[in-house]
C-alpha cells in the first residue's frame, strides 16, 4: 500500500512559481518511477511530468520548458517546480505510481492562476 501526502498548491499570478511536493509513505521509494498528473475542470485527468528510477524526466509538450520534476528518495519525496504558469495552468494535480500493476494517486492539491 502506499499512501501520499501532497502539498505546495495555491493561488498565483499569470507568470508566478509554484513548487508541488509529494511525500510518500511506502518504502522502496527509489524503486519506482513517479509522475504528476493534473485535471482541470470539466477536464480529462492528462500526464504531466514522470521521473524515472534513473533520474530520466518527461513532459507533456504544454510544460516543456516550464516545469522541472525531480526526486529526493532520500526522503521519499517527488517535487514539480512550476515557472511561468499560465491561466491554462490551473488544476488539481496529483502524483502517481504503480506498483506492481496496481495505480495509486495523491489525494491532489489545487493549483489557481489567476490574476
Known amino acids: 500500500q502506499v499512501q501520499f501526502v501532497e502539498s505546495g498548491g495555491g493561488l498565483v499570478q499569470p507568470g508566478g512559481s509554484l513548487k508541488l511536493s509529494c511525500t510518500a509513505s511506502?518504502?522502496?521509494?527509489?524503486?519506482?518511477?513517479m509522475a504528476w498528473y493534473r485535471q482541470a475542470p470539466g477536464k480529462q485527468r492528462e500526464f504531466v511530468a514522470l521521473?524515472?528510477?534513473?533520474?530520466?524526466?518527461n513532459y507533456v509538450d504544454s510544460v516543456k520548458g516550464r516545469f522541472t520534476i525531480s526526486r529526493d528518495n532520500t526522503k521519499n519525496t517527488m517535487y514539480l517546480q512550476m515557472n511561468s504558469l499560465k491561466a491554462e495552468d490551473t488544476a488539481v494535480y496529483y502524483c502517481?505510481?504503480?506498483?506492481?500493476?496496481?495505480?495509486?494517486w495523491g489525494q491532489g492539491t489545487q493549483v489557481t492562476v489567476s490574476s
Open positions: 521521473i524515472s528510477t534513473d533520474g530520466t524526466t
Open positions: 502517481y505510481t504503480r506498483r506492481f500493476g496496481v495505480d495509486y
Open positions: 511506502a518504502s522502496a521509494f527509489s524503486r519506482y518511477a
